[in-house]
């Protein structure tokens, strides 16, 4: 039987923690150091129940700090409970999927799908889902609509998130070269934020530059790393390029030998973070492409990922199985299987977008080609000339037609990386 994961003091996202229901449990068969080290005790290992995974301050005991202040903030140790959640994850075989949000209603649709199905789940904004979250009609030149949006998500998804009782990680998606201004923005507001709670306001962050030179992208990188480390908060990276395109990025030409990452540069990423922090994951390329196309037109190599967790392991000397937390980029239209291999190899964390976003359209127009002879006009329907249409055009209504289907899909998704019922 899988471990699993009990204790809601693994999150970053403002989700109250459970320690009354803490009370009276049998001990708990693995803890959090004050490191972020996820320690298994013998009655855990060997895939026995996991009953609580819970932060500790070194001691073995459990952290209770983990419940939504009256002010709206959430006492959490985001970086370190992340790595324990990853670590969680690898060595359960599940992986989080990571859903791009856009507005309230894509938020709240990805908390119920993880909340039926007993899971955590990554929530994450990207630069064109944060100038959305604002108001398309702001000037976006400097970055600034991009950067106010994925703020205000930030608090909103903070306010909400305890109300569904699982596990919510913070992250912004994909930050290329160009887009620095906006990293750099939403990192001022962590800092600002982390002075006042203890916290950075986001759980993690994306930096992507994977088109530039590999030494110039290793090198800004852990400059942004080193940035992120006093506040103890997570950064993914990608090395190798994504192909097609997402979000306004452009790859749908590259030379198909830049989707896929060398073990090289794996271990060179490794061995230039860790003295950093241990708070990193890696994007590796290992044929994904972003958006949807044919099937047999995309050619996945998962196996490549065991090749990068070999080479650093014994690069290193590491005993550890999977020393890599690895990332998992475009995979709409992948196989289960596809998916499953990765996950196998380390991958921790899926990105989900494209899919979601056609679920999402889905619900909305299977209900306007049903109901469209009561939204055509306000007044007058099959049932009346005289009939009013309120209830039917009502964007409440058809609104959340779209977060059911979505719901749902991220539901599937749940089951396909083994995360449902880790909770």
Known sequence: MASKVRDNTIYSAGVRGRCEAMKGRRPLTGSVTAQGEYRTTPQSRGRTPFRSLAATSGTGRPHCGASLHTDGSARFFPSSLVKALFKHAQENTYAIPAVNVTSSSTVVATLEAAKKAKSPIILQMSQGGGAYFAGKGLDNKNQEA??????????????????????????TDHCAKKLLPWLDGMLDADEAWH?????????SHMIDLSEEPVKENIETTAKYLKRAAPMKQWLEMEIGITGGEEDGVNNEDVDNNSLYTQPEDIYEIYKTLSPIS???????????????????????????????????????????????????????????????????YGVVKVNLDTDLQYAYTEGIRDYMINKKDYVSTQVGNPDGKD??????????VWVREGEKTMTKRVEEALTDFNTAGQL
Do not use: M, T
């Open 387 to 396: 009939k009013p249409n309120k209830k039917y055009y009502d964007p409440r």
């Open 278 to 344: 241990p708070y990193f994951s890696i994007a590796a390329g290992f044929g994904n492409v972003h958006g949807v196309y044919k099937p047999g037109n995309v050619k996945l190599h998962p196996e490549l990922l065991s090749k990068h967790q070999n080479y650093v392991r014994e690069k290193e000397g590491i005993k550890e199985e999977k020393p890599v937390f690895l990332v998992f980029h475009g995979g709409s239209g992948s196989s289960k299987k596809e998916f499953q291999d990765a996950i196998s």
């Open 146 to 171: 991009s950067i106010a949006g994925s703020v205000a998500a930030a608090h909103y998804i903070r306010s909400v998130a305890p109300a569904y009782g699982i596990p919510v990680i913070l992250h």
């Open 195 to 203: 002075k006042q709670h203890g916290e950075p306001l986001f759980s």
